[in-house]
């Protein structure tokens, strides 16, 4: 067997290209053996599926239509979220641009763990994370942000950096509304057990801070949410920063769904508070429609990511350093790391502030109608109006357990893909509509599903 050909060096693009009509042809073929937003059968089905597709996957001698193979069975076993009645999770139908950049990203194969394996990569993601550090803090602030692998590292990072600053008895004051990798990072990183503030209404009430703002000893760093996963709620975070900034606390905010809404002059003001934070989690493989993985943490004072510094001779040499070669390896807590940041560059450029602007607004817009609908709709309840494209409903007089089964029918039989959250003491359906491209009749047709399935 010759050496098989490689996708980076100057036959790269030669090797690629035919290899590139195969994947794509079996998205297709794919796709259409899938027919629909979930392959139906559940996961017995699935598996059994994917098992006999695959066969061997350590086979004596190579097959050469394997790529053919994984790709189709693939994709015939994926959810689709680019299909319309695919709105369970904060999981996007990624850009064909960002999607592409991805593409060279993995040929090219840089790793930014140091300058003279990624120059211009390095060079690429300093300058896209100050510009969206400036989108949050402003442009006459010398903030930074870091590129992570999503919301769980971000948040991670931000506790570590707040260890790291106020040392290691520093207590994590949250809502019950945060997402649960917050109190876990706490866990991890040996902090004192988070404070948990009950949050009834689904947002974080800031008089509910009061009480331990001034009875803990501290320090304490205060997360608050813009853009809650069971329901897209935001925190108000102008009060909070004001009373983290009178009892001298650490204020930290998740914005892993909700900071896609920066780029949107009409949805902006809803994020209003940001900049107070000191650090505040991004996530653009949610509003931002990147594939995975696209994750920031930004951080308003720079000084904070000393702690982060550390020293390998193969690496970053002093001399090296000192000659004027990047440090990289203060960028991260992983050590190789891929170019996320290319894909976030291409979109961001290819599509502009306005291009940007009119995918959030169109998403807003979907959540609006789809609230509509239900309103209007004598079989189904609305929980309440969205805040960003999150919408709950439930059918009306229907019990938990009929809603359960509703959602699972639907995903079993490959027909819709909804989430569920609790709220109120009752379980809903979560609608998370994140496809720019759904029309109100997809949305329509949705709420026919779920009156059909479920059970009386």
Known sequence: MRTPP??????????????????LDALHTGTRARGGPLPAGGPDAVAARLRAAVGDVLPHTGDPDALRTLVHALTEGAADPADPLCAAHLHCPPLAVATAADLAASALNPSLDSWDQAPAASELEALVTKTLAAEIYGHTNASDALVTTGGSESNQLA?????????????LVCGANAHHSLPRAAWLLGLPHPVIV?????????????????????????????????????????DIATRCTTHHARLHIDAAYGGGLLFSDRHRPKLTGLHTAHTVTLDLHKIGWQPLAAGLLAIRDPHDLTALH?????????????????D???????????????????????????????????ICAQADTLADLVAAHPAFELHDRPTLSTVLFRPTAATDTAVATARRTLLTNGRAVL??????????????????HTRPDDLATLLTLVEGHTPA
């Open 6 to 23: 490689l996708a980076s060096g100057p036959q790269g693009p030669h090797a690629l290209r035919p290899l590139l009509d195969t994947v």
């Open 159 to 171: 506790l570590l950096l707040a260890r790291e600053k106020h040392g290691p008895h520093v207590q």
């Open 198 to 238: 009950p949050t009834p209404t689904g947002t974080l009430d800031p008089t509910a801070l009061d009480d331990p703002l001034t009875q803990l000893p501290g320090p304490l760093v205060v997360a608050a949410t813009a853009g809650t996963t069971d329901a897209g709620l935001i925190d108000p975070l102008p």
């Open 310 to 326: 550390h020293h390998t001779d193969y690496l970053n040499a002093a001399d090296d350093t000192d000659a004027g070669l990047p």
């Open 328 to 362: 990289l390896l203060a960028r991260s807590l992983r050590t190789s790391r891929r170019p996320d940041i290319l894909k976030i560059a291409a979109t961001l450029k290819t599509l502009g502030r306005t291009g940007l602007a009119t995918l959030v607004d169109h």
């Open 419 to 436: 989430g569920r959250a609790h709220r109120d003491g009752r379980l809903w359906l979560k609608a998370t509509l994140l496809n720019p």
